[in-house]
């Protein structure tokens, strides 16, 4: 009975992460509309507004829209990219010349494809996010780098020691409590209110590097 359980939650984990990918586009890729990317920690979930502490230290309503999702963030290594895999890497121009990751998100495969390219990013300064496939995977005494391959191009990076790598993991609505950080795709209106309709959580003791 516990071994038909644990199918039957992974099932609908993953049914849940492929429902998802119609909302994530707009996390990971430039809109149409005005993307509203808020990073911060939970200060109250009300109905269907959540209102998110943001890391600029101003307090954000977000409108929850009809059927959101949530899913939770999960720490992991580079021993898990694998060649093959499709990923986010959140990327800023090295001192070398190249690209250097700031973090790295594994996707799930039902999630492979989501947001598809290499676009401007606002993590940080002059930073890049590019969803694509490992094509190559480097470790060796020289470093260790990813190469990324996209419908439009190519693009290899480096992963310095010590940058956050996780994975999405299971979320309910109990875990949007006060005090946990967030990651929360948005968009704004322009009446200036900002919706969504996915959230991103830290859970399990991982802050969502995105």
Request: aromatic share 6%.
């Amino acid at each position: 009975m516990q071994r038909s359980l644990a199918r039957r939650t992974t099932l609908a984990f993953v049914l849940g992460l492929g429902a998802a990918t119609a909302f994530l586009p707009a996390a990971f890729a430039q809109s149409s509309g005005q993307p509203e990317r808020v990073r911060g920690t939970i200060e109250s979930l009300e109905d269907t507004t959540l209102t998110v502490k943001s890391r600029e230290g101003d307090s954000v309503a977000i409108t929850l829209a009809p059927g959101y999702r949530i899913t939770g963030i999960a720490k992991a290594s580079v021993a898990d990219i694998k060649e093959g895999d499709f990923v986010g890497v959140a990327s800023v121009p090295g001192s070398s010349g190249g690209a250097d990751a700031v973090e790295v998100l594994i996707f799930p495969k039902a999630m492979a494809g989501t947001g598809e390219g290499s676009y401007p990013w606002d993590l940080e300064p002059d930073s890049t996010m590019t969803n694509a496939t490992v094509s190559n995977k480097v470790e060796n005494a020289d470093g260790r780098e990813l190469t990324l391959t996209y419908p439009s191009g190519e693009k290899t990076v480096s992963l310095p020691e010590g940058i956050p790598i996780v994975t999405f993991a299971e979320a309910t609505k109990a875990d949007l409590e006060p005090g946990a950080p967030v990651f929360v795709p948005a968009q704004k209106a322009s009446d200036g209110s900002i919706s969504t309709a996915f959230v991103v959580v830290g859970n399990q003791g991982v802050v969502p590097p995105m």
